[in-house]
């Protein structure tokens, strides 16, 4: 079964910027609608950035203008630049289809703190 594998967390500052990884073996990604999704303990999982196979993209009001989702067909793999991160973006992100969504993978830590 397909299960995404997220990188690219890590501790940072306020302020600072990470960019996310995302690759999924055994599955195009540029084929489906695709999204960046986060999760802080106790509160559901939400959906923070998508892309559609075309391209299209949409952001949650909480990280627009600061996070960029991109894809990149031929590494098959799928970006989140996150640029003037602050302390709320503290979560484990996940990335994983819009619809008829694959097993869950197990995340990235971003940490964001002074």
């Known amino acids: 079964q397909v299960q995404p594998v997220e990188s690219g967390g890590g501790l940072v500052q306020p302020g600072e910027s990470l960019r996310l990884s995302c690759a999924t073996s055994?599955?195009?990604?540029?084929?489906?609608?695709m999204g960046w999704y986060r999760q802080v303990p106790g509160k559901q999982r939400e959906l923070v950035a998508s892309i559609t196979s075309g391209g299209s993209t949409i952001y949650a009001d909480s990280v627009k203008g600061r996070f960029t989702i991109s894809r990149d067909n031929a590494k098959n793999t799928m970006n989140l630049q996150m640029n003037s991160l602050i302390p709320d973006d503290t979560a484990i992100y996940y990335c994983?289809?819009?619809?008829?969504?694959?097993?869950w993978g197990q995340g990235t830590q971003v940490t964001v703190s002074s």
């Open positions: 994983n289809k819009i619809t008829n969504l694959l097993r």
């Open positions: 055994g599955m195009r990604i540029g084929l489906f609608a």
